[in-house]
């Protein structure tokens, strides 16, 4: 194995590599359809990723979080409409889901009184925003439970044919 990188600022995809425990030209046998100077380029941000190479990169080294990190910090338009997730454990997952939908269950009759008209009057735009913040949080426990899932299947501690 080749020798470990005393690099300081790393990129996250160079530490997704290292974390994996693969060399360069590992990964790059791994991914078939990338070089090793590739690899280098991105992982030392000397050439911009295509997405097609995070989804290679998060395959090959088993981290679906990639996928993510370069729509939220590297795509114009994924900054803008896709939250940032983090990894979390299924009972994080599971706990943070009941806690919004209970505070949403909580607000459903308010929710109602608001869109019922169709129009978000002044005295109900800071009621509004609370509960728009609540499915905020329900979307963001969802794609949670979504990366965590991926992960668990490349992981192969869930069948993918199962649960499909």
């Known amino acids: ?31 078939g359809s990338m070089t090793e100077s590739r690899l280098e380029k991105i992982e030392t941000g000397k050439v911009a990723i295509y997405p097609e ?5 998060a395959n090959a080294y088993k981290r679906q979080d990639l996928c993510n990190y370069y729509c939220t910090h590297q795509c114009k338009i994924g900054q803008e409409t896709v939250p940032e997730v983090k990894m979390s454990s299924l009972p994080e997952i599971v706990l943070g889901m009941l806690s919004a939908l209970n505070s949403l269950n909580n607000q459903k009759e308010r929710f109602i009184d608001i869109t019922a008209d169709g129009i978000i009057s002044d005295d109900e735009i800071d009621d509004f925003l609370a509960i728009q913040k609540q499915l905020e949080q329900i979307d963001l426990t969802v794609e949670s439970l979504k990366l965590w899932v991926s992960k668990m299947i490349s992981e192969g501690k869930i069948n993918k044919d199962k649960l499909n």
């Open 1 to 31: 194995m080749g020798r470990k990188s005393i690099r300081e600022d790393k990129s996250v995809y160079f530490k997704a590599r290292e974390e994996a425990g693969l060399t360069r030209a590992q990964a790059s046998e791994l991914i």
């Open 53 to 57: 190479d995070v989804v290679d990169l």
